[in-house]
């Protein structure tokens, strides 16, 4: 389908990797894969969502369960010794891929939701107080919102949310203002889920540190699509997801700077996480374990370590320039309609997402019709409310693109939207 040259990628060959691409898509839900009426090729266009798992990924599955399947860290015997090895060396491959110092500042959670739960918990209860602001964007995912309000509630903080302009951009000089010796904390999304707006991260950060607060980068988006250095950005955490990058469900990482993470109490308690116990005491394990209670996320640490080594192989400089030239070729085909409203800024300043209306039709009801083309999208509010409030409109249908994604599918979508208009005409 692809020409090769027209991208920074072999397109081809990715797509080799993930079998789940080749399937078709209509038929009875009840038996996936198999139903007699699965006849459309599946366009799979809801990345920022979830990413499909080449095959590399899998095997480092089943290699942990059929080889050496067995718990971290306790043990002495041998399979116990190589399953802490591998899933240490996650953390180090974890590490090198953010830019991290080393492991002590990588802990693995459940997901970028958790990532930011342990921050607001187990900083920000101890931190915050009345006349303390902590300061997001308006584009806040509910994972970093909800959160943040729940603890300014609980410690007499308040919440402060530095606005994004008609054209989809934040505003610096608002952030600006914002920012004062009140501020504590600085949460940020890095790359909108809904808008496809790049926050000036780095920025912020300077902004953040001349008042002595940290700021907390939500990389979900960013992390799995462009090259992300914490040293670059000076960010004092950082949390993504694996599930968004290749990698499987349930497990997420939160960076933190060594010395934050240091002076930090556990937010979980229990095994693994400690030292010594006595009836009366405990002492907490080292660093990233003392965050890490329980038994740890270990087959998706290693399967994490592959999904890094598959992107690294393609390079996140090409990944990067592959979700932005397909964004700019969606958000171009998009906006030739004039009923259809694309959120968010310009085509060449996005990431690699497109969130839309069609005048008229509510975003479920297009969706139910792209899914009737086979073009696997979402529609909703994308976990950001107040956003799509602020945007006047209940929800909207998002395509989002990764590695596998080709041209011809964003052509896809565009046929499946222009059936749409006809019908709702
Ligand atoms: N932050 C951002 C910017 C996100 O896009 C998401 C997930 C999260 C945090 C939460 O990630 P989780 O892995 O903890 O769920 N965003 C989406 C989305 O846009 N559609 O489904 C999940």
Redesign the pocket.
Known sequence: MSTQESYPIDVDAIRADFPILDRKVGGDIETPGEGPDDTRPLIYL?N???TQTPKQVVDSIVDYYYGYNSNVHRGIHHLSQEASVAYEAAHDRVAEFIGAEGREEIVFT???????NLVAYAWGLAELGPGDTVVLTEM?????LVTWQQIAKKTGASVEYIRVDDDGRLDIDHAAELIDDDTEMVST??????LGTVAPVAELADLAHEHDAYIFV????SVPTRPVDVGEIDADFL?F?G??MLGP?GI?VLYGKEHILDSMQPYLYGGEMIRSVTYEDSTWEDLPWKFEAGTPVIEQGIALHAAIDYLDEIGMQNVQAHEELLAEYAYDRLTEFDDVEVYGPPGDERGGLVAFNLDGVHAHDLSSILNDHGVAI?AGD???QPLHDKLGVPAST?A?FYVYNEKSEIDALVDAVDDARQLFA
Do not use: F, M, P
């Open positions: 809801d920022a969502a979830t459940k997901n970028t939701t958790e990532s930011l806040e995912h509910h994972a970093s999304v890095h790359v909108s889920n809904t939500d990389g979900a988006q949390a997801s599930h968004k469900t997420g979402r994308h976990c950001t998002r989002s």
